[in-house]
């Protein structure tokens, strides 16, 4: 597991991202193993702290990927009636913060609940130190799953929500107190009508196949 990031010139990329947008890794509708029930899940792009074992290597560069303005991922995420609510994953959400929280908002509003997976503690992201808007993602979310994955923590059982023993679920919504229904060892396989697959939940795994 890679230290507290100080702040890095792998991040620098952000600087190109616009106000208002988002650089994504990936993106479903109707994901039951990402969070409570039925929900979309976002899948940012970058992260610094390159943990050993990282499910999604591939998410790790800040470089421009799939950018989309907060209008139209909040416009995809209400478009599927069936998404509950929407996940947060990465990549580190929490660098990207300002607009996941905009988002957030917005599908709140129209009765989503929100969740966040982090690598940074919660603790983390209450310090001066923590990325710019990280207090009003936190002011918007339901749930939040912290710490970094820590590969001789790892936890491969059917029922955990978690997947390294030094993770947390956080949840603030107490109407979702008992919603904790996940389990991190269940894969998803999403077929797009285009042919390719995007696997999902097994270890948090996310990959797309030609
Ligand atoms: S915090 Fe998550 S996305 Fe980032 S390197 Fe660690 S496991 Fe991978």
Known sequence: ?????????????????????????????????NGPDCRAVVWVQGCCRQCSGCFNPQSWSFAPNQIISVEALVNRILREPRNQGVTFSGGEPFWQAVALAEVARQVKAQGLSVMSF????????QAES????????????????????????????????????????????????????WASDQMEVHIFPDGSRLFTGYRGQVGLFD
């Open 130 to 181: 923590a990325p710019v808007g990280s207090q009003a993602l936190l002011a918007q979310l339901d749930i939040l799953v912290d710490g970094p994955y820590v590969e001789s923590l790892a936890i491969h059982e059917a029922t955990s929500p978690v997947s390294s023993q030094n993770q947390r679920v956080h949840v603030f919504n107490p109407a979702l107190k008992n919603a904790i229904n």
């Open 118 to 125: 982090s690598g940074f503690t919660w603790e983390q992201l």
């Open 1 to 33: 597991m890679a230290a507290f990031p100080p702040a890095s010139p792998l991040l620098s990329p952000l600087a190109s991202i616009l106000p208002e947008h988002l650089n994504l890794m990936g993106y479903v509708d109707r994901s039951e193993v």
